[in-house]
């Protein structure tokens, strides 16, 4: 697998937007944003070493071993970036709070000391793929294997530790994915609370907040680091991680 990434490096690092903000195309409203995950068809077989994971997984109960009965987890996407991924990691910190950042492999491969400093810190790492194409699930079979190993071996190389999970941009799914991810050994997630932070500039800091605050135990929690301005999200989290502990929630990585 380490040779994967090398491999199909050069079309890979082409297909990578220009601009950060540019991974979300115009949805048919005019508005920016990925598509809403999709649950595929049960396809009736097993899946290499996960067999029993025929579809990702969008909540704690999900998992094993079994998390804290009042346990929900912080995901964070589509990083590292070099400005909001320290200032994430910070607030982190400060709160002790640990998380689960799916990272996309080109920006691994070009900040790979903020990537170390990440697992240093005792957060998990997992495979967002090499260049975030919404479309994955359309692609052909061998640019698949090409997005998600590229994305695991690029982990695995920058931090001597090989990604458990994955997540597929846009939370898309085909069996064709939920087989690749688990031929690398790792667990499809999607996430049970999105408050579409990404959604630039009408994802407002009180919305981010509003939405997150809805969570309940068990629930996996989407943000981003990466993809465009944080900014609101960083200030979203000061306020709620602290008012979900207050309620006896406790924050997990996966």
């Known amino acids: 697998m380490a040779g994967l990434a090398a491999a199909g490096a050069g079309v890979l690092a082409a297909a990578l937007p220009e601009a950060l903000h540019s991974w979300y195309p115009a949805a048919k409203d005019g508005t920016a944003g990925p598509p809403k995950p999709t649950t595929p068809p049960d396809p009736g077989y097993a899946h290499g070493p996960l067999r029993a994971l025929q579809r990702p997984v969008h909540t704690l109960s999900q998992l094993s071993p079994a998390a804290p009965p009042n346990a929900v987890a912080l995901t964070i996407d589509d990083g590292p970036h070099p400005r909001y991924t320290p200032m994430i990691l910070d607030l982190l910190a400060e709160f002790h709070v640990p998380a689960t950042f799916n990272m996309i492999g ?23 793929t090499v260049t975030h194409p919404l479309n994955l699930p359309r692609l052909p079979t061998a640019r698949i294997a090409e997005e998600i190993g590229g994305g695991h071996d690029r982990i695995a190389q920058t931090t001597g530790v090989a990604p458990k999970f994955f997540r597929s941009p846009g939370g898309n799914w085909s069996p064709a994915v939920l087989d690749t991810a688990a031929a690398h050994g790792m667990i499809c997630v999607d996430w049970q ?46 306020t709620v991680i602290p008012a979900l502990k207050q309620r006896g929630l406790t924050f997990i990585a996966l």
């Open 106 to 128: 080109l920006q691994v491969s070009e900040y790979p000391k903020l990537v170390q400093r990440i697992v240093a810190a005792g957060h998990q790492v997992a495979d967002h």
């Open 193 to 238: 609370l999105d408050p579409r932070d990404w959604d630039q500039p009408r994802s407002s800091t009180g919305h981010i907040s509003t939405t997150l605050l809805r969570a309940q135990p068990g629930d996996i929690l989407l943000c981003h680091d990466g993809g465009g301005p944080r900014q609101r999200t960083i200030e979203a989290l000061r």
